[in-house]
């Protein structure tokens, strides 16, 4: 009784809404969907924030990923990113870009690359676009330590397929790290050009099992962006998170991912998330306001009110660093 009526004000929720975009009470639009596949890792990354998830029940379907897609897409939403875990852990990765392809702009993948050079060139042809590969370091004994694997030479190998195949632009996702690997940046520039990729550098965010270390290895991205300015040809500003690009001179591209405390990166997201067990999220940040989904899916829930589900998880999404700063 109680899942019935819960249905029903869903329902109601998307006929209230049908014919508008999804645009959340701040004014921010939603028109991208990041979607966790599965919380298992062949890598095991000290500080993975584990896109905001604790304790997953399982993980959706094929299918259920396609009718997620499908109804998102009916919403407004074009910009879908596969991610995990490890994506490429599932046996049907391949599988559900093809099926999610005919419903989307843009499909695009994070991934750690170490089983990317099998699968990059069938990935190409399901429908993936581009691809993220996390690459903390670019030496041996950095990397080991960064993610409990000596797999230095699979993930180049895996970034080199990428490229092969077409997915473009490849970025390489670089974790910062005080004491770490924060002295290898011009390096991983290097390493980037030497590559034909895109260097991301990403803050460390104190989630899941990075809570703990936040303290001792947050290293602040500001300054090193300043320098990075200085180097440049000319900076191209995304409208995602109004995430900065620098060009440098010289050749190389430098992108920098700074959400710490950052409440322009707030005012600019332009994301929903769907956990691995198929829930809506709100905000990575967050994990107490998400909005069941693949659970009305298996009780046989009217199409409506998954798209109901889809509005109700709009209407919960809240600034996350705004709301500290003025706190």
């Known amino acids: 009784m109680i899942a019935d009526k819960r249905e029903a004000e869903l329902e109601m929720l998307a006929c209230e809404g049908r014919g508008e975009r999804l645009v959340d009470p701040y004014g921010r639009h939603v028109n991208s969907l990041r979607i966790s596949l599965t919380q298992r890792c062949n890598f095991d990354c000290f500080f993975c924030h584990r896109e905001g998830e604790s304790n997953p029940r399982g993980e959706a379907t094929a299918d259920e990923v396609e009718t997620l897609v499908d109804v998102a897409a009916e919403l407004g939403i074009g910009r879908f990113k596969l991610t995990g875990g490890e994506p490429l852990l599932r046996d049907d990765i391949v599988e559900i870009v093809q099926r999610i392809a005919p419903y989307s702009e843009e499909i695009s993948m994070t991934t750690n690359g170490s089983l990317l050079a099998e699968k990059a060139l069938d990935l190409k042809r399901a429908g993936l676009r581009r691809v993220n590969v996390s690459l903390h370091s670019k030496r041996p004994e950095i990397l080991k330590e960064i993610t409990g694997r000596d797999a230095l030479t699979e993930v180049k190998r895996g970034i ?11 970025k390489l996702n670089m974790v910062v790290l005080r004491g770490i690997n924060d002295g290898e940046v011009p390096e991983m520039i290097e390493l980037s050009k030497e590559l034909g990729a895109i260097l991301q550098l990403i803050e460390f965010q104190p989630l ?19 320098e990075l300015e200085a180097r440049s040809e000319y900076v191209h500003e995304r409208k995602l998170h109004r995430r900065r690009q620098y060009h440098l001179r010289g050749g190389g591209v430098v992108e920098v991912v700074r959400p710490m405390h950052n409440s322009q990166f707030c005012r600019f997201c332009t994301r929903l998330r769907v956990t691995s067990d198929g829930r809506l999220k709100p905000c990575l940040m967050r994990d107490d306001n998400l909005v069941e989904a693949v659970s009305l899916l298996r009780r046989g829930a009217a199409r409506n009110a998954l798209a109901g589900a889809f509005r109700e998880a709009v209407v919960r999404r809240k600034p996350y660093w705004r709301e500290r700063a003025e706190g």
Request: aromatic share 10%.
């Open 160 to 170: 080199r397929a990428a490229i092969d195949a077409g997915l473009e632009p490849v």
């Open 208 to 226: 899941e099992r990075g809570a703990e270390s936040w303290d001792e290895y947050n290293y602040d991205l500001r300054p090193l962006e300043e």
